[in-house]
């Protein structure tokens, strides 16, 4: 994976930008010794790493405001950073960058039942919005796995999506309002605690936008009501295609579970050996998950069920306490921890039509064989959303790049099948040079022209999203 | 009238028009300030390419007629989440609205509240520059953060970023069941707070609506539930208990009935006819009752538990300068040919999100031939 060449006029001018920055900050929020700096050198995606010039962690919006009007006048690239947990690079530094990081801004600026609001400081993680208005029995639905650790700033920035999207949708669909940065110091204000925008959607663009358009440093986000109760429901199947089919009947059967994941045999197996949860031995597993009042579940589980049954499953387990419905989800919370525990492996994230579940199970399956490279399945199976699990030996000479090659055949076949490189992770560097597989040299430069309009210099994470030949011309301007 | 019957046609048109263009999906949705220019109509791509219920998604032309849509998921007993709204009985307008319209405006109804508007449930776009260029954007899956999100910015860009071709839905199943429960004789601040109850509780209300009083009818508080039977029926009963200290509450359950009472408030048929500029103003729900005290000649209808506000008042009245000071925004829907004339019809933009506004436009309409001034 190439990075742009540093910028050497900015290096020899560290001293004098960090000096700038230490002016419009309080102590200790300018971070550029070298041996600080390394603290932010990567995010979750570890195999590309690469310290910054300088890090600041300001507090306020007028602080990021003042950070980033220096960082505009002196031509410096920004790459805002949330909890840093993207699995996509998305919070990958250049040498010659300042990252931007809103861990400090972590408060709850307003709550309010009436409307179903709240508002928090973007640095604050999603779990913790969860929490604040816990008390009264709300939630803040969007739920990455990610959720204790991860901030909503890099959820607005990525999207994120979680496992009960289906009913819930993801970030953009949960998101009132931002309070905006632009990269010359110019904050906006984008929705509010009322729907619908009044002229462009902005904010839908600004979502997911990872980080390039301007840095979020306030969020209005809905909460909801927390439902009576939730149920999950377990089964096993002999092969995925008939798991695949069983999903696609449930769906058309008017039953809409809040949760619908699928997990195989590779990755059934290797959380029974981490976790113990009690999983079946078979091809693929199934958890559906129904809310409501109990009655309610009842009702829905029946038809599920009964669905479930015309499917020949080899194994069907209704929860009937708290403890087994825990014990249901256990193997499924530490399918990622369990693959870990294996080898090293690369998560991969695209999304597929759902009809078209077999053929891609089927697919990877063979060019995991002709990589010799083991791939475990686990994911969202009633939004398509995909996490092939490539495992390798980081170790191993030329084992990565193995991987990566498969990884970039399987999310081209997601794209073939009709579907997208990235469901929930976002672009990042990590497919940024797989892009031309899904949009036309036109869809690509219509993107970057928006770009073009928050932030014409392209200082704001500038090496991402876009391949790096086509964001090039663009990136060089500001030099 | 231009009515290009593929995508390359209209790309040619947009190509090479010497000036400005006016779009239109089925004529149903004259909103905005009006435009000059060639007519050209979107009606002759149309159809419905795929439709997966197992995936629920739908994707169709954009010329695609609504109703056909409609009839198409609903013999597989599904239905577009975002229920949107009919216009031809508040704008007096006739012709078959089309999905690309629906897109266009982010036509949006009731449900709004609970599953979201048109943009939510919109999962990809095929659309022709104010070059000519073919863009797509999004896709056919549920979940995608696949490079910006320009499928949101085309929802309620009214033609103006681009010429929607091609649009992919997300479709939810319809339900088996379904209940309306009312309150009579809520002053609005009453109203407003038992409809926050209802929304507030995990009952799952899709429709929170109320129709102030007049000289000749009480007003009228509705809660809409739907679901499967035994679930709506367990659920209404629940939020029967939960609104009874707002007063008397009585369950509507014949399904045509409650229908055709949410039908009514979808399309405002409230304000249909008389006289006035009709606006659409979308407040914090908590904040309904004060505007509606600022507007005290309005006839009023009020949705989304408070937040969506339509209101008929005479023309003469300045409902911005009324509104000043509240957040949210107001669209003017209705009015005469001089009032609309005049422009402001959206809501008047803070400079910078104005210059990003103005910006965009430049990038994707160049030469400032899609429905110039449709949006001011």
């Known amino acids: ?479 | 009238m231009l009515k290009p019957s593929s995508e390359r046609e209209l790309a040619e048109i947009v190509c090479d028009a010497p000036g400005p263009l006016a779009l239109r999906g089925g004529g149903t949705r004259p909103i905005g300030c009006p435009v000059e220019g060639k007519a050209v109509s979107t009606a002759g791509l149309s159809g419905i390419s795929l439709y997966e219920p197992g995936a629920l998604t739908l994707v169709a032309a954009a010329g695609t007629p609504v109703a056909e849509i409609e009839t198409a998921v609903a013999a597989e007993g599904q239905r577009l989440a975002f229920e949107p709204m009919d216009h031809r009985t508040l704008l007096g307008t006739e012709g078959a609205p089309t999905i690309g319209g629906v897109v266009a405006v982010n036509a949006s109804g009731p449900r709004r509240v609970q599953a979201g508007a048109c943009r939510d449930g919109l999962l990809g776009v095929r659309f022709i520059d104010g070059t000519g260029t073919l863009v797509k954007n999004g896709g056919r899956v549920m979940k995608n953060v696949t490079g910006y999100d320009l499928v949101k910015l085309m929802a309620g860009s009214y033609g103006t970023l681009g010429v929607l071709t091609e649009v992919s839905l997300k479709v939810l199943p319809a339900p088996e069941a379904i209940a309306s429960l009312s309150v009579a004789g809520l002053g609005v601040e009453r109203a407003v707070e038992a409809m926050s109850v209802a929304l507030g509780s995990p009952y799952e209300v899709t429709g929170a609506a109320h129709q102030p009083g007049g000289t000749d009818m009480a007003a009228a508080t509705v809660l809409r539930i739907e679901g499967f039977e035994a679930s709506v029926t367990y659920r209404a009963e629940r939020l029967k208990e939960l609104l009874e200290p707002f007063g008397s509450v009585t369950i509507l359950r014949e399904p045509d009935r409650v229908e055709r009472q949410w039908r009514a408030i979808r399309d405002v048929e409230a304000l249909a006819g008389g006289e006035g500029a009709v606006w659409r103003i979308s407040v914090r729900p908590s904040d309904a009752p004060v505007v509606v005290a600022r507007l005290p000649e309005a006839d009023l209808l009020l949705d989304w538990g408070g937040g969506l506000i339509w209101a008929r008042l005479p023309e003469e009245v300045d409902l911005r300068a009324a509104l000043a000071g509240l957040g949210g925004h107001a669209t003017l829907l209705r009015a005469s040919a001089e009032m609309l004339a005049r422009g402001a019809v959206f809501e008047p933009q803070p400079a910078p999100v104005a210059s990003i506004a103005e910006g965009l436009r430049a990038r994707f309409d160049p030469r400032g031939i899609l429905n110039p001034g449709r949006m001011g």
């Open chain 1, 1 to 479: 994976m190439d990075m742009p060449v540093p910028n050497a006029e900015l290096l020899a001018r560290k001293a004098h930008i960090v000096g700038r920055l230490q002016e419009v900050l309080a102590r200790g929020a300018v971070i550029s010794e070298p041996a600080e700096t390394r603290v932010y050198e990567c995010d979750a995606l570890t195999a590309y790493k690469c310290p910054p010039l300088a890090a600041v962690l300001p507090e306020t919006t007028e602080q990021v405001a003042a950070v980033l009007r220096i960082c505009h006048e002196e031509n410096v690239p920004v790459v805002p950073r949330g909890a840093g947990t993207s699995l996509a690079g998305g919070a990958l530094p250049t040498e010659d960058c300042v990252i931007l990081g809103v861990a400090r801004m972590n408060a709850v600026l307003e709550t309010d039942y009436a409307n179903r609001t709240i508002r928090v400081q973007s640095g604050r993680t999603n779990l913790s919005v969860s929490g604040a208005v816990e008390e009264e029995d709300f939630f803040y639905a969007p739920d990455p796995s990610s959720q204790l650790a991860c901030a909503i700033a890099g959820n607005i920035a990525m999207n994120s999506g979680g496992a009960h999207c289906l009913k819930y949708g993801v970030t953009t669909n949960n998101l009132l309002g931002v309070t905006m940065v632009l990269m010359d110091g110019t904050v906006v204000e984008l929705g509010g605690a009322h729907l619908d925008a009044e002229g462009y959607d902005l904010l839908g663009l600004v979502c997911g936008s990872e980080g390039q358009l301007g840095v979020v440093t306030e969020a209005t986000l809905r909460i909801l009501r927390k439902p009576e109760g939730a149920r999950p429901v377990l089964m096993g199947f002999d092969d995925s295609e008939t798991a695949g089919r069983c999903v696609s009947d449930i769906i058309k059967a008017g039953v809409l579970p809040v949760a619908i994941e699928f997990m195989d045999r590779l990755c059934i197996r290797a959380t029974e050996d981490f976790a113990g949860a009690g999983y079946p031995d078979c091809e693929a597993l199934l958890i559906v998950e129904v809310e409501g009042s109990a009655a309610e579940i009842d009702e829905q589980l029946g038809k599920i069920l009964e669905i479930a049954r015309r499917h020949d499953p080899v194994e069907l387990r209704e929860s009937s306490s708290d403890e087994e419905s825990a014990r249901i989800w256990l193997g499924r919370k530490s399918a990622f921890g369990a693959m870990g525990q294996i080898n090293d492996y690369m998560c991969l994230d695209g999304t597929i039509p759902v009809s078209e579940l077999p053929m891609v199970l089927r697919r990877i399956g063979e060019l995991a064989a002709e990589y010799s490279l083991q791939v475990g399945n686990v994911f969202h199976a009633g939004d398509g959303n995909m996490h092939p699990l490539i495992l390798f030996d980081a170790n191993k000479l030329g084992d990565l790049e193995l991987c990566e090659q498969l990884g970039a055949e399987i999310l081209k076949l997601c794209v073939e099948a009709g579907g997208c490189l990235t469901g929930e992770h976002g672009v990042g560097v990590e497919k940024r040079d797989l892009m031309g597989h899904q949009f036309t040299p036109e869809d690509l430069e219509i993107q970057m022209a928006v770009k073009d309009v928050f932030d014409p210099k392209w200082l704001l994470n500038p090496a991402k999203v876009f391949p790096l030949a086509a964001s090039a011309a663009r990136r060089e301007r500001s030099e």
